[in-house]
């Protein structure tokens, strides 16, 4: 059921490739064998997260769901570089979280307005085979491919979805309250459940506002999942102020005082958000009994500060100081705080503990690990340089070692991610 709510998405991101090094030959006339002059691949392109005080959802996300960076380009003659892959920007909703899913961390908590957050990296490009020549080796016909990034799964959770939420049972007329307060254009009906999605708008006062969230959905038994309880008590969650909105009317034939009750004690049961500040908004004011509702509940309030607005969505009576008031208590209220940062998040892992392991399958010892995949990202397969360069790796990086601890022996079927070879001691 989740997957049907915005305020939590999953998506792939990938930060762009390195592009490769060049294999070049300077070339005049006349001049036999010119020098290497093969550039260097250019980096990838960074993903980066930026937030948007204009965007309130993740509604943007429901069906774009992949974003890579573009790639570097490879690199040119004359040791021109290749092109930078150009870098991907993500607008999100201030109060984005941005979690990777393979461990569970939180990569970032997108807050600030329009501050540029590079959350990966794109990858180094490859050098080009100028870079190889020494005074033995005077023709290095390989070049290095340039850092492939990898693809990480990530789940954006909106941490506050509205300054202030409409909540209370339904048909009360939360939605007709939020089109009468906003532009917002909400579904309303006289049955239960029409909306499943929180609606919002903006509310305009002064040259100020805030945005004012439809919480539809609660009702007896929401903090036992009732429902889509959760799911509705999750939003209100991450509202700053709410609104408790009755049919004060009671035209459904419910009494509006014990309605009043039974919402404040789902709401205690589901983190004690009873303790989230309220207001009492008593609607529908312009229908017979509300008057004499009105003075009941007022008699049962007595000597609380609760406050109560009586209001007619109908006939657009008594928002004017509801308004008011709840940008008096929205400028004393704190800010939601932020969510604390894995600073132990890495988007490389080669500085894991482990940089290879060996296991057996079948006839075959296998080596895996971050060492093992930037090593095979550094070599080209083509050339006995570049392989040399590969053997001599192997051994420095222990790995011959530990495939003969192992059990390998002179012969033996080895493979590391692509490459496979004989194991010779
Ligand atoms: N008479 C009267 N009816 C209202 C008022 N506000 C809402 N309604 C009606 O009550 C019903 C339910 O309203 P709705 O906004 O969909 O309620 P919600 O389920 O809380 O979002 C609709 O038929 C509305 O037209 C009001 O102030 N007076
Ligand atoms: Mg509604």
């Given at each position: 059921?989740?997957?049907?709510f915005?305020?939590?998405?999953?998506?792939?991101?990938?930060?762009?490739?390195?592009?490769?090094?060049?294999?070049?030959?300077?070339?005049?006339?006349?001049?036999?064998?010119?020098?290497?002059?093969?550039?260097?691949?250019?980096?990838?392109?960074?993903?980066?997260?930026?937030?948007?005080?204009?965007?309130?959802?993740?509604?943007?996300?429901?069906?774009?769901?992949?974003?890579?960076?573009?790639?570097?380009?490879?690199?040119?003659?004359?040791?021109?570089?290749?092109?930078?892959?150009?870098?991907?920007i993500?607008?999100?909703?201030?109060?984005?979280?941005?979690?990777?899913?393979?461990?569970?961390?939180?990569?970032?908590?997108?807050?600030?307005?329009?501050?540029?957050?590079?959350?990966?990296h794109?990858?180094?490009?490859?050098?080009?085979?100028?870079?190889?020549?020494?005074?033995?080796r005077?023709?290095?016909?390989?070049?290095?491919?340039?850092?492939?990034?990898?693809?990480?799964?990530?789940?954006?959770?909106?941490?506050?979805?509205?300054?202030?939420?409409?909540?209370?049972?339904?048909?009360?007329?939360?939605?007709?309250?939020?089109?009468v307060?906003?532009?917002?254009?909400p579904?309303?009906?006289?049955?239960?459940?029409?909306?499943?999605?929180?609606?919002?708008?903006?509310?305009?006062?002064?040259?100020?506002?805030?945005?004012?969230a439809?919480?539809?959905?609660?009702?007896?038994?929401?903090s036992?999942?009732?429902?889509?309880?959760?799911?509705?008590?999750?939003?209100?969650?991450?509202?700053?102020?709410?609104?408790h909105?009755?049919d004060?009317?009671?035209?459904e034939?419910?009494?509006?005082?014990?309605?009043?009750?039974?919402?404040?004690n789902?709401?205690?049961?589901?983190?004690?958000?009873?303790?989230?500040?309220?207001?009492?908004?008593?609607n529908?004011?312009?229908?017979?009994?509300?008057?004499?509702?009105?003075?009941r509940l007022?008699?049962?309030?007595?000597g609380t500060?609760?406050l109560?607005?009586?209001?007619?969505?109908?006939?657009?009576?008594?928002?004017?100081?509801?308004?008011?008031?709840?940008?008096?208590?929205?400028?004393?209220?704190?800010?939601?705080e932020?969510?604390?940062?894995?600073?132990?998040?890495?988007?490389?892992?080669?500085l894991s503990?482990?940089?290879?392991?060996?296991?057996?399958?079948?006839?075959?010892?296998?080596?895996?690990?971050?060492?093992?995949?930037?090593?095979?990202?550094?070599?080209?397969?083509?050339?006995?340089?570049?392989m040399?360069?590969?053997?001599?790796?192997?051994r420095?990086?222990?790995?011959?070692?530990?495939?003969?601890e192992?059990?390998?022996?002179?012969?033996?079927?080895?493979?590391?991610?692509?490459v496979?070879f004989?194991?010779?001691?």
């Open positions: 059921m989740a997957s049907s915005v305020d939590i998405v999953r998506i792939k991101l990938k930060a762009g490739n390195g592009g490769d090094g060049k294999v070049n030959f300077h070339r005049e006339k006349f001049v036999q064998a010119g020098g290497p002059d093969g550039g260097d691949g250019g980096k990838g392109g960074d993903i980066v997260f930026v937030a948007d005080p204009g965007m309130h959802t993740l509604l943007d996300f429901r069906f774009n769901r992949k974003f890579y960076a573009e790639p570097g380009m490879i690199g040119g003659p004359s040791r021109s570089n290749g092109k930078s892959g150009e870098d991907l993500i607008k999100v909703p201030m109060g984005t979280v941005i979690r990777d899913m393979a461990n569970d961390e939180i990569i970032a908590d997108i807050q600030e307005p329009n501050v540029p957050r590079i959350v990966l794109g990858g180094r490009g490859g050098w080009g085979n100028s870079h190889f020549a020494n005074s033995i005077q023709a290095p016909n390989f070049a290095k491919p340039g850092i492939k990034t990898e693809v990480f799964d990530v789940q954006l959770e909106l941490k506050t979805i509205a300054d202030v939420g409409l909540v209370g049972f339904p048909n009360v007329g939360k939605s007709t309250i939020l089109s307060l906003t532009a917002a254009k579904k309303i009906a006289n049955y239960h459940f029409t909306t499943l999605l929180p609606n919002l708008g903006v509310v305009k006062a002064h040259s100020d506002g805030f945005v004012l439809d919480i539809p959905g609660l009702i007896e038994g929401a036992e999942g009732a429902g889509l309880g959760y799911e509705f008590l999750r939003h209100v969650e991450r509202t700053r102020l709410l609104l909105v009755l004060i009317s009671g035209c034939g419910r009494d509006p005082l014990s309605d009043l009750d039974i919402i404040n789902e709401l205690d049961k589901y983190k004690e958000l009873s303790k989230k500040p309220q207001i009492i908004v008593c529908k004011m312009d229908l017979p009994e509300a008057e004499e509702n009105l003075k007022k008699e049962k309030l007595e500060d609760t109560i607005f009586p209001v007619s969505a109908a006939t657009v009576q008594g928002f004017a100081p509801l308004v008011e008031e709840c940008m008096r208590k929205l400028k004393e209220l704190p800010e939601i932020s969510f604390e940062e894995d600073s132990a998040w890495e988007e490389f892992k080669t503990e482990e940089p290879f392991t060996v296991r057996r399958e079948n006839e075959w010892f296998v080596v895996e690990g971050p060492v093992v995949d930037d090593l095979i990202y550094r070599i080209n397969m083509d050339d006995d340089e570049s040399a360069f590969f053997e001599r790796s192997l420095r990086l222990g790995i011959i070692d530990a495939l003969r192992a059990g390998a022996t002179d012969g033996d079927s080895v493979r590391l991610g692509e496979e004989d194991f010779i001691n």
